[in-house]
């Protein structure tokens, strides 16, 4: 979808150039997320998404030359 | 449909951001290696919040105009700085004061004198247009209620040829409506 998108826009020669699972593990890591909001996740999201919860990915593209 | 208007994501996000306290190294070192956070500041460190290292895939090259958008404490602002050299340039931006003032900081500390720091919102960039080689941005977009609108933007400032390093998260699979409307997800 993001590598649709930058092409919607305008961009040119979109290529995902990185994508790693980030899971709830992940996601402790970051001084945004309370405990509560953490453990209301782990509860919600089935145990087979834990690990998988979104992705990181790393997108580059240019600007064409004209 | 978003579940938060602009203005109400934007209060959020300089909250959640702006109140965000050094966590030590566990995000940093899990997206940088050690020769890279070697010489920086500790607290950009402890600050890092970024979910990948698009200054990695930038190619940066000495003397190349660099525009990190939505810089947070200016880990990756540090990091190109140190890619363009004395003779380039960092514009960051970011929409929180806050943060764009940590930036500063740890741009004194660090001697990095080709770092500029820009308040103003990735959906209306303060840069004219064609004005710079290379948009970095981390863990940023997905925080935007019109990411169209904020990548339309990072494709104006950009010269012909200019390039884009941009990491960010995206979903597989839709998450749980019950998280989708919990204004802390809007981080994820």
């Given amino acids: 979808m993001l590598i649709k998108k930058l092409g919607n826009v305008g961009f040119v020669d979109a290529v995902t150039v990185a994508r790693a699972a980030f899971g709830l593990d992940a996601l402790a890591r970051y001084p945004l997320f309370a405990a509560e909001f953490l453990d209301f996740v782990r509860a919600v999201v089935p145990v087979d998404r834990h690990d998988t919860l979104v992705y990181s990915v790393v997108v580059t593209a240019h600007k064409g030359d004209r | ?188």
Avoid at chain 2, 40 to 48: N, Q, S, V
Avoid at chain 2, 69 to 95: E, F, K, P
Wanted: with cysteine.
């Fill in chain 2, 1 to 188: 449909m978003p579940y938060f208007t602009d203005e109400q994501t934007r209060t959020l996000v300089r909250e959640t951001y702006g109140g965000a306290a050094a966590n030590g190294r566990a995000v940093a070192d899990a997206l940088y290696s050690a020769a890279e956070l070697n010489g920086l500041p500790e607290d950009a460190i402890a600050l890092a919040l970024g979910v990948g290292h698009p200054v990695r895939y930038a190619s940066l090259a000495s003397g190349e105009t660099v525009l990190d958008v939505g810089c947070g404490a200016g880990i990756d602002t540090l990091l190109a700085a140190r890619a363009v050299g004395d003779g380039g340039r960092v514009l960051a931006v970011d929409m929180t004061p806050a943060m764009l003032e940590r930036t500063q900081h740890h741009a004194a500390l660090a001697g990095a004198t080709n770092v500029e720091a820009h308040e103003g919102v990735m959906e209306a960039l303060p840069f004219a247009d064609g004005s710079v080689d290379v948009v970095v941005s981390n863990g940023v977009l997905n925080l935007s209620t019109r990411k169209s609108r904020a990548l339309a933007e990072m494709l104006r400032v950009l010269r012909p040829g200019g390039r884009i390093a941009l990491a960010d998260l995206v979903l597989a699979e839709r998450l749980p409506e019950e998280i989708a409307k919990n204004p802390t997800a809007l981080a994820v």
